[in-house]
């Protein structure tokens, strides 16, 4: 997986947009599924998708542990 630290230095150093998603955001997980089926849909590239699906699984368990999500700061 790259690194999201690194990604958003790139982001900065090319003036171009970023958006970034936190385990606690109530809105996350259904942004990153939907996200998630546009890329099944788009994606040609197996790695890509297999990274953004161990995303998603990360996002759900992570809210299964926790079981408390907030509206986003």
């Known amino acids: 997986m790259k690194n999201p630290i690194q990604m ?4 900065i150093e090319k003036d171009e947009p970023y958006f970034v998603l ?3 955001d109530i809105c996350a ?8 089926k546009e890329v099944r849909q788009k994606v040609k590239n197996p790695y890509f998708i297999e990274e953004i699906e161990e ?9 299964e ?3 408390k999500t907030k509206i986003p700061d």
Do not use: N, P
């Not at 997980?29 to 998630?36: D, G, S």
């Open 29 to 36: 997980l259904a942004a990153i599924e939907t996200y998630y």
């Open 8 to 11: 958003i230095k790139q982001c």
């Open 22 to 24: 936190r385990g606690q």
């Open 65 to 67: 542990e926790v079981s």
């Open 55 to 63: 995303i998603m699984k990360d996002f759900k368990a992570y809210r």
